[in-house]
């Protein structure tokens, strides 16, 4: 089966400006996150999405972050205006459903350099 | 929120040497343990994982996974590497809430 895609894989923007983050989960699943992989450490729960609906975005700085998933399916990640600090891998990943049992399945990211 | 640590930020070490990676975690209640493998230009994926049961979890080539409750720990072994193993591998813990909280992973580099 196809896995995760995202797009673009590289993307340098200066700060200040927007940037937005696409991606295509697996056929099928219902469940669809975002992390944010800042270098030298873990992936990080930005916001996760049950269809169309967020169940968990208390991670995201809402005030230059969002999200949506409008048809259940796709999904766009937007940050405006971007800082340094964003400078990071953004991780799509997507499981059958919400749950422990359910695998993640992750895409390549999104390498985002704000400089 | 849990928080995970790897012990180790580096490791390298020679091909049919054995592989420890440690992991510990910081949350009290019941845990689903997982770790993730990211091969050099690959995308992250599962290479095992733990929610109950035979505290010794295997995975795919040839890992195995320890859940030891009263230290808090899940570290993953490999009683001999190869050199395609060479990746970085992440810890990762959930709770009830299913949200996986990752540690700061740890880079294998073996040599052939």
């Known amino acids: 089966e196809a896995g995760v895609a995202q797009s673009p894989r590289y993307k340098i923007i200066e700060k200040r400006q927007s940037v937005a983050f696409w991606c295509n989960p697996i056929s099928g699943h219902a469940t669809l996150y975002w992390y944010q992989q800042i270098l030298g450490q873990g992936p990080k729960l930005l916001i996760q999405?049950?269809?169309?609906?967020?169940?968990?975005d208390s991670q995201l700085p809402k005030d230059r972050f969002s999200a949506e998933r409008l048809k259940g399916v796709d999904s766009t990640l937007k940050i405006q205006p971007a800082k340094l600090e964003d400078s990071a891998v953004y991780l799509c990943?997507?499981?059958?459903?919400?749950?422990?049992?359910?695998?993640?399945?992750f895409g390549p990211g999104t390498r985002l350099t704000v400089t | 929120a849990q928080s995970v640590s790897q012990h180790n930020h580096h490791v390298i070490l020679s091909e049919a040497a054995s592989l420890e990676l440690g992991c510990n975690y910081s949350y009290g209640g019941t845990v689903n343990l997982f770790w993730y493998v990211q091969y050099p230009g690959q995308h992250l994926q599962l290479l095992l994982k733990?929610?109950?049961?035979?505290?010794l979890v295997k995975g795919i080539k040839g890992f195995e996974a320890e859940f030891i409750k009263s230290k808090f720990s899940f570290n993953l072994r490999k009683p001999s590497v190869q050199w395609s193993d060479t990746a970085e591998y992440f810890c990762?813990?959930?709770?009830?809430?299913?949200?996986?909280?990752f540690g700061a992973g740890t880079t294998v580099t073996v040599r052939a």
């Open positions: 990943a997507s499981s059958f459903a919400t749950g422990g049992l359910y695998e993640q399945y």
């Open positions: 990762a813990v959930s709770s009830n809430d299913y949200k996986l909280s």
């Open positions: 733990y929610f109950s049961g035979d505290p």
């Open positions: 999405f049950q269809n169309n609906g967020v169940v968990d």
